[in-house]
């Protein structure tokens, strides 16, 4: 395995924002760092999945079945706009804080298993990088090292993130992004 040439194309990926991103951002925003730990915990187990699922043998399936991957690029759309539409509603502080610790891991591991581009990333990035002939085990260790890197940069990013910048105010913004997400997976 090309391990250098691995870790250059997880670094790329990991700090090109995306629904991961804004998934933290927003709980954080609505609930502060425990909802931002939570939803970090929500992306890796969902990640992970993903990595074991294409393991497994899902990219083919989902080849063998155009009808599939259309119906999970909609699903997957339309929870982004559900999403946006829970930042957009107005509740008192105390009200969203206990809502969104509670519903952060789960929000966060729905938008990786739903969304069908980090689906079909998983399906088509790490196979590559497995050693000839290795089958499932060569694809595990490359997809938990993404995991715990993806992990690290989004604690990184939870923890540096200004609390002024994820305040009130800005969650119409982050409720845009998850709406422009949404509209760019739909015409994809």
């Not at 999403?83 to 591991?109: C, D, E, I, M, Y």
């Amino acid at each position: 395995m090309d391990w250098p040439a691995y870790l250059f194309a997880c670094a790329a990926l990991i700090l090109t924002p995306g629904a991961g991103t804004l998934s933290v951002l927003a709980a954080r925003a609505r609930g502060g760092r425990r909802a931002g730990w939570l939803a970090i915990a929500g992306l890796a187990c969902g990640d992970l999945i993903l990595v074991i699922a294409v393991a497994a043998g899902l990219a083919g399936v989902l080849q063998q079945w155009p009808a599939a991957q259309h119906l999970l690029r909609w699903a997957g759309a339309l929870y982004l706009l559900w999403l946006a539409a829970t930042l957009w509603q107005t509740t008192p502080a105390t009200a969203v804080t206990t809502k969104a610790n509670r519903h952060a891991f789960g929000h966060s591991l729905l938008l990786t298993l739903l969304n069908p581009k980090a689906i079909l990333f998983f399906a088509v990035f790490f196979p590559p990088f497995a050693p000839p002939g290795s089958g499932i085990s060569g694809l595990i260790l490359p997809g938990l090292l993404f995991c715990l890197l993806n992990s690290l940069w989004l604690a990184l990013l939870l923890l540096g993130a200004p609390a002024t910048l994820l305040g009130p105010r800005w969650r119409p913004w982050l409720a845009a992004g998850f709406v422009l997400l949404a509209a760019r997976l739909i015409t994809s």
